[in-house]
C-alpha cells in the first residue's frame, strides 16, 4: 500500500507543475489462465485469476516530462494485492542528449521471445500463465543517458541496484528441482547495481548496434551447502558480462535480423563450477516475411554454445541432468489480421532440437470497440523433464484476457 | 496605274501578313501542346500537388473506418512527411497514433524510396521495442482502413502505364481522366481511372477496378481546402464497393514548411517523439 500511496502522491503533486500538458488514461483488465492437463502443485485449477486496473499520468512541459504508470492488482490465488509501480520516470530532453531517470522498461536486441543482448529483467511466470505480453518485461530502476553526436547513438543504462527477472512459482508451475527433498532455501541478491551500453547507428542502409553489459544473471544459480548430505540451498545470481552485436535490414523480400553475444560468465570463468552457468555464446537469425496481405511469417533460429564443455561435464555432479554443447532451437511465428484488423490470430512456437524441449502458444484477439478487447490463447509446453519447457509439461494452459481501456 | 513603290509596299504587307498569318498558327498550336499532356505526365504532375507539396508536411489524422451497418471505429494519429528531394523522390514519413487507446502511444516510421521497396519501423510502447518490419506488400490495409500503404505515400508511377482517356467535369471543374494498368500482376487491381483536376492536378476522384472490370474501390476528394496557399486535400474517403466498407479521412491542422529537422526520422525520436511535432 506504500508503494500505492506514493503514486497517489506523485498522481496528485504534478498536474500542480507549472504549465505542464497533462494525460490520464488507464485500463481494467480481467486475466484468468485455467489448467488443461494438470492442477497446480498448490492444488489450484488456475494459473491466473486477477483482476486488475491501471492508472497512466503522462505529463509533459518543456523539456521536461513525467510519466508514472502504476497497476492496483488483486490475484485470487493467494498473493492478493499485486498493485505496483510498472513505470515511473522523468525525462529531460536536449538537443544532443537526453536522460531518463526512474523505473523504465528497456528492451534491446532483435529476438522474438528469444533474448540474447536483452538483458533487462523479464517476467516469465507472465509469459508462462498467460498475462498481456507488456507483462513479460519488467521495469528497472535506472538512469538511461542518451548521447547523439553525428556519428552514432549511445543510450549508457546505470542502475544503483540489481533487480531479478521472476521465474514461475513453485505453487503454481511444475518446476524441475533436483534436490527435492531440502527445504531450507535462501535467496542472495546483489548488494549491487549494474550497467549496460548500447551503440547504435544506420550502417549502409542497416541498423547495427553493439551491447555491453556488466552485471549479472537475471535468473538465479542454485548451490547446496554439501553435495553428500544437503541440508540448504542458497539461491544467487552470478556475476556476468555480455558483449553483443546485432544488425537488421532488408534482404530479398523481407527483414533479415542477425544477433550474437558472448556471455563471460565472470564468477566461473574455467567453467569448473557447477553451480553458476558455464560461459556461452549466443546466436539468433531471425528472417520476417509478409507473403499476403495482413500476414507475417517470421522464423527465427537459435544458438547457445557452452564454451568450456569440458570442464562443465567434469564438475557436474551425479544425478543432475546433463545439456549438450550445442543447444539449437527454431521458432516460428504467424501473424493474421481479419475484419479491417480487429481480429487477430497469432501462433508462437518454439522447438529445441537439442532436447526437444517445445513450447506453443495460439492466440485470437478481438477488438469489440475501440475501447474493450479480449484475447483468449493457450499455453502448451513439452520436452525433457529438466528442460525449459520441459518441466513446464503438466502446466498447459487456456487463458483469457479482457481489458477496457480509457 | 501604281507605282514600283507602291507595288513593292503592297508586296511588302502581304508578306507581313502571310508573316502574321504563320505566327498566329504557331502561337495558336503552342498552348494546345501544353495542354495535350500524355496520362504520364498527368500522373507526375498529380504526384506532385498531392504527395510532394513543400519541404514538408504535418497533419493531425482522423480516420472513420465504418462497416456497412454503419458502425464505425476511430484511428487517429499525427502524420509528419519530409520530402528528400525532389518531386517523385525519396520520402520520410513518420506516425504517431492516439486512438486506438490499445495503440496510444505506438509510432511508425517509412522510408519511402521510388522503384524499390520501403523501409518501414515500429515502435511497440508496451515492451519498448523498435522493430524493423517488412514492407514489401504496399496494397496491404493501412491500419486496417480501405486505404492501402500505396494511397496513403503514393504508388510508383512506373509500376503502371498511364493513359489519357478524356476530359470530363466533376463538381464544376475540368479535369483529366487517365486510365492505369498495373504493368506486373502483383497488384490488387486490374486498373484504375482517375480524375485530375486541370487546374491544380490534385485527383478528385479515383475508381479502382479489380481484375474482372467489375468496380472494387472508389476514392474521392470531398474537400479541397488552400493550406498557405497549397491546394491540399483535407477530405478523402475510400469505399470498398464490393463490401459496403468505408474509411473517411479528415485532415486536422495541417501545416507545411514547418522546418522539421531529419533527425526526427530516427530511432531516438521513434522511441521518444518530441511534442512539438505530435500534437
New interface residues.
Given amino acids: 500500500m506504500a508503494r500505492f500511496a506514493a503514486l497517489c502522491a506523485v498522481l496528485l503533486l504534478v498536474p500542480t507543475a507549472a504549465r505542464a500538458e497533462v494525460a490520464l488514461s488507464g485500463f481494467l483488465q480481467q486475466n484468468t489462465a485455467a489448467n488443461t492437463a494438470a492442477a497446480n502443485p498448490d492444488g489450484r485449477h488456475t494459473k491466473w485469476l486477477e483482476e486488475r486496473a491501471q492508472l497512466k499520468l503522462d505529463a509533459s512541459g518543456g523539456a521536461w516530462r513525467l510519466l508514472a504508470k502504476g497497476d492496483l492488482a488483486y490475484d485470487h490465488l493467494g498473493r492478493q494485492d499485486q498493485s505496483e509501480l510498472r513505470e515511473g520516470y522523468v525525462d529531460y530532453t536536449a538537443s544532443r542528449w537526453d536522460l531518463r531517470a526512474g523505473r523504465q522498461v528497456i528492451t534491446w536486441g532483435l529476438g522474438d521471445l528469444v533474448f540474447v543482448n536483452d538483458v533487462f529483467p523479464k517476467d516469465h511466470e507472465a509469459l508462462f500463465a498467460g498475462r498481456p505480453l507488456e507483462y513479460l518485461k519488467r521495469g528497472v530502476d535506472a538512469v538511461k543517458l542518451g548521447a547523439y553526436p553525428e556519428f552514432a547513438n549511445f543510450e549508457l543504462v546505470l542502475s544503483p541496484g540489481f533487480r531479478e527477472s521472476r521465474i514461475p512459482d513453485a505453487r503454481r508451475f511444475h518446476l524441475y528441482d533436483p534436490m527435492p527433498a531440502v527445504a531450507k532455501r535462501e535467496t542472495v541478491k546483489p548488494g549491487q547495481g549494474d550497467v549496460g551500453l548500447r551503440i547504435y547507428r544506420d550502417v549502409a542502409g542497416y541498423d547495427a548496434a553493439l551491447y555491453l553489459y556488466r552485471g549479472f544473471q537475471r535468473t538465479p544459480s542454485m548451490r547446496p551447502d554439501s553435495m553428500t548430505a544437503p541440508t540448504k540451498i542458497s539461491y544467487f545470481y552470478p556475476q556476468l558480462s555480455v558483449y553483443g552485436a546485432s544488425v537488421s535490414g532488408r534482404a530479398g523480400d523481407g527483414v533479415l535480423s542477425l544477433e550474437a553475444a558472448y556471455y563471460d560468465s565472470r564468477q566461473d570463468r574455467s567453467g569448473n563450477d557447477f553451480a553458476v552457468p558455464n560461459s556461452q555464446t549466443r546466436l539468433l537469425a531471425g528472417y520476417q516475411i509478409q507473403p499476403a496481405e495482413d500476414l507475417t511469417l517470421g522464423f527465427q533460429y537459435y544458438a547457445e554454445i557452452m564454451q568450456d564443455y569440458g570442464a562443465y561435464v567434469a564438475a557436474l555432479p551425479p544425478g543432475f541432468p546433463m545439456e549438450k554443447r550445442w543447444s539449437h532451437t527454431v521458432t516460428a511465428r504467424l501473424t493474421q489480421f481479419f475484419r479491417h484488423q480487429t481480429l487477430r490470430l497469432s501462433a508462437y512456437a518454439s522447438y529445441n532440437a537439442s532436447n526437444g524441449d517445445h513450447y506453443v502458444n495460439p492466440e485470437l484477439r478481438y477488438s469489440f470497440t475501440d475501447k474493450v478487447w479480449g484475447a483468449l490463447g493457450a499455453n502448451f509446453f513439452g520436452g525433457k523433464p529438466w528442460g525449459q519447457f520441459g518441466q513446464l509439461s503438466r502446466d498447459d494452459n487456456a487463458y483469457l484476457q479482457v481489458r477496457y481501456e480509457f | 496605274m501604281k507605282t514600283k513603290f507602291q507595288r513593292r509596299l503592297m508586296r511588302e504587307a502581304r508578306y507581313a501578313v502571310t508573316k502574321r498569318w504563320w505566327i498566329w498558327i504557331i502561337a495558336g498550336l503552342l498552348p494546345l501542346q501544353a495542354l495535350a499532356l500524355s496520362g504520364e505526365e498527368v500522373m507526375k504532375k498529380s504526384q506532385a500537388a498531392f504527395l510532394y507539396p513543400g519541404k514538408d508536411f504535418k497533419a493531425r489524422v482522423v480516420m472513420k473506418?465504418i462497416?456497412k451497418d454503419g458502425q464505425e471505429?476511430?484511428r487517429e494519429l499525427t502524420m509528419l512527411r519530409k520530402n528528400v528531394g525532389e518531386a517523385g523522390g525519396e520520402q520520410k514519413y513518420f506516425m504517431y497514433f492516439f486512438?486506438?487507446?490499445?495503440v496510444?502511444d505506438m509510432t511508425f516510421m517509412t522510408y519511402k524510396y521510388p522503384a524499390r521497396?520501403d523501409?518501414r519501423w515500429m515502435f511497440i510502447p508496451?515492451?519498448?521495442?523498435v522493430?524493423?518490419?517488412?514492407?514489401?506488400?504496399k496494397?496491404?490495409?493501412f491500419?486496417?482502413?480501405d486505404f492501402t500503404y500505396e494511397d496513403v505515400s503514393g504508388r510508383d508511377l512506373e509500376d503502371d502505364t498511364h493513359a489519357l482517356e478524356r476530359e470530363e467535369k466533376i463538381g464544376g471543374r475540368d479535369c483529366y481522366v487517365v486510365k492505369s494498368t498495373p504493368k506486373g500482376s502483383d497488384a490488387?487491381f486490374g486498373y484504375k481511372l482517375t480524375w485530375v483536376d486541370k487546374a491544380n492536378f490534385l485527383p478528385l476522384k479515383e475508381e479502382q477496378y479489380d481484375k474482372k472490370g467489375a468496380r472494387y474501390k472508389l476514392f474521392t476528394a470531398d474537400e479541397v481546402a488552400d493550406v498557405q496557399g497549397i491546394p491540399t486535400v483535407v477530405k478523402r474517403s475510400m469505399k470498398n464497393l464490393q463490401t459496403g466498407?468505408r474509411t473517411e479521412v479528415a485532415y486536422l491542422k495541417s501545416g507545411y514548411n514547418l522546418g522539421i529537422e531529419d533527425?526526427l526520422f530516427?530511432?531516438?525520436f521513434l522511441r521518444?517523439p518530441?511534442?512539438k511535432w505530435i500534437d
Avoid: F, Y
Fill in positions: 473506418l462497416n471505429r476511430v486512438q486506438p487507446a490499445d496510444k521497396d523501409d508496451a515492451i519498448n521495442m522493430k524493423r518490419i517488412a514492407a514489401q506488400d496494397r496491404s490495409s491500419v486496417g482502413s490488387d466498407h533527425s530516427t530511432e531516438r521518444q518530441p511534442r
